[in-house]
């Protein structure tokens, strides 16, 4: 079974300028989140989507971040403009909607440095 | 506010302890916690799931405990190797489906 994939590895841009980052969950998975992971913390969730619909969005600041899962596979998370404090690891994972079984898998992340 | 907190932020051992990271989280009606591993450059891998009504899950060298009264979770490593060096995660969720919440996790390193 392939993992969660996701593009680019890594990303470098100027502050003010717009990224945009990809994921493609494993087969058959329907629920797709999306974390932030900033050196030296945890992952925080920034959005989480069932089939095509999201499910919680309540940490992921509006005014520049939007996400979108396009037919209920891939996602695109897109930061526009960037700042410096974005420099993070954006982290994908997806899982299934089973009780008991809710693991979830991540994929390897996009590291974005922000300058 | 649900938090999780891990401690020690970080640890290192000589090979062949065994040890235990720890981790609290301040809201005890979870849904279910989750343990993971994290290696430099890479992103997470699960290693044990443990839903609220059990209090432990084995795998291998690894054991992870909960106590939910006490809002506290355990990972016991035995007999450890330099392999396993990495960052440990723990993560809680409060419903089905419902997101993770991560503690800081704990840099592990275990000396040859």
């Known amino acids: 079974e392939a993992g969660v994939a996701q593009s680019p590895r890594y990303k470098i841009i100027e502050k003010r300028q717009s990224v945009a980052f990809w994921c493609n969950p494993i087969?058959?998975?329907?629920?797709l989140y999306w974390y932030q992971q900033i050196l030296g913390q945890g992952p925080k969730l920034l959005i989480q989507?069932?089939?095509?619909?999201?499910?919680?969005d309540s940490q992921l600041p509006k005014d520049r971040f939007s996400a979108e899962r396009l037919k209920g596979v891939d996602s695109t998370l897109k930061i526009q403009p960037a700042k410096l404090e974005d420099s993070a690891v954006y982290l994908c994972?997806?899982?299934?909607?089973?009780?008991?079984?809710?693991?979830?898998?991540f994929g390897p992340g996009t590291r974005l440095l922000v300058l | 506010k649900q938090e999780v907190t891990q401690i020690p932020a970080a640890l290192s051992v000589p090979e062949g302890e065994n040890l235990v990271l720890n981790c609290s989280f301040t809201?005890?009606?979870?849904?279910?916690l989750q343990w993971f591993r994290q290696d430099p450059g890479k992103g997470l891998t699960s290693l044990l799931l443990?839903?609220?009504?059990?209090r432990e899950q084995t795998s291998g060298r690894l054991n992870a405990s909960l106590d939910k009264s006490s809002g506290r979770s355990t990972l016991y490593i035995a007999a450890s190797q330099p392999g396993d060096s990495a960052t440990y995660l723990c993560?809680?969720?409060?419903?089905?489906?419902?997101?993770?919440?991560f503690g800081q996790g704990t840099e592990l390193s275990v000396k040859p």
């Open positions: 994972a997806s899982s299934r909607y089973i009780a008991g079984d809710e693991t979830q898998y």
């Open positions: 087969s058959g998975h329907a629920t």
């Open positions: 989507f069932q089939n095509n619909g999201v499910v919680d």
């Open positions: 809201d005890s009606a979870i849904y279910n």
């Open positions: 443990i839903q609220s009504s059990q």
């Open positions: 993560a809680v969720r409060y419903n089905q489906g419902g997101k993770l919440i």
